[in-house]
């Protein structure tokens, strides 16, 4: 199973900084890496794709970079709505795998 | 648009089995070539695949789970279900369900999701 870890665990920002939150594979999963916001309440929604490709509707503050085992996403410019709860996902092979999520909250 | 939504108990005694089901409205999914999946969230915890099916019935399932699960399709209802039995405490989720993004591909990522349920394990 390939594992996720994502680092910080929680980071402490406020409106208008950039957010960059860090996802480690346990073993190459090429650039099939995704990225999901969860707020409190609410389901997961997808952000980015495929390591850097924004999903329907996200806004372009936020993107994705890395490959293999490094992946990053970067928030440019935080705006209240984005503190939440975010988390990667691997699609490289089975089981699919999500790390354990980086929380962002309002400094 | 398509919705996904979640229903069965949200209240289940250890040993016995959960079942739920996801009905989609907003498109067919018979129609079309998607895989449809099953996460759960633990309380305050993160996300874990359970497992996911095509309309044929084809379905792969979370190793972890995999002798206790089963995912199951009904097109003419345009729903799929899960099924995991022998149920515990740590069974307690909020479970979701999801549509992959992209069709004819098993391995995939998430885009439109179900609210959530929440089931408890109890006696």
């Known amino acids: 199973e390939i594992v996720l870890t994502q680092s910080p665990a929680t980071l402490s920002l406020s409106p208008g900084e950039r957010a960059t939150l860090s996802c480690r594979a346990s073993?190459?999963?090429?650039?099939?890496l995704a990225w999901y916001q969860q707020k409190p309440g609410q389901a997961p929604r997808l952000l980015i794709y495929d390591a850097s490709n924004r999903a329907t509707g996200i806004p372009a503050r936020f993107s994705g970079s890395g490959s293999e085992t490094d992946f990053t996403l970067t928030i440019s410019s935080l705006e209240p709505e984005d503190f939440a709860v975010y988390y990667c996902q691997q699609r490289r092979d089975w089981p699919l795998t999500f790390g354990g999520g980086t929380k962002v909250e309002i400094k | 648009q398509l919705q996904l939504q979640e229903s069965g108990p949200g209240l289940v005694k250890p040993s016995e089995t959960l079942s739920l089901t996801c009905t989609v409205s907003g498109g067919s999914i018979g129609s079309t070539s998607f895989y449809w999946g099953w996460i759960r969230q633990p309380p305050g915890k993160g996300l874990e695949w359970i497992g996911s099916?095509?309309?044929?019935?084809?379905?792969y399932y979370n190793p972890s789970l995999k002798s206790r699960v089963n995912i199951s399709v009904d097109t003419s209802t345009n729903q799929f279900s899960l099924k995991l039995r022998s149920v515990t405490a740590a069974d307690s989720a909020v479970y979701y369900c999801?549509?992959?993004?992209?069709?004819?591909?098993?391995?995939?990522?998430?885009?439109?999701w179900g609210q959530g349920t929440m089931v408890t394990v109890s006696s």
């Open positions: 073993q190459s999963v090429r650039r099939l």
């Open positions: 099916i095509y309309y044929s019935g084809n379905a």
């Open positions: 999801a549509r992959h993004v992209v069709e004819l591909r098993p391995l995939d990522a998430f885009d439109v």
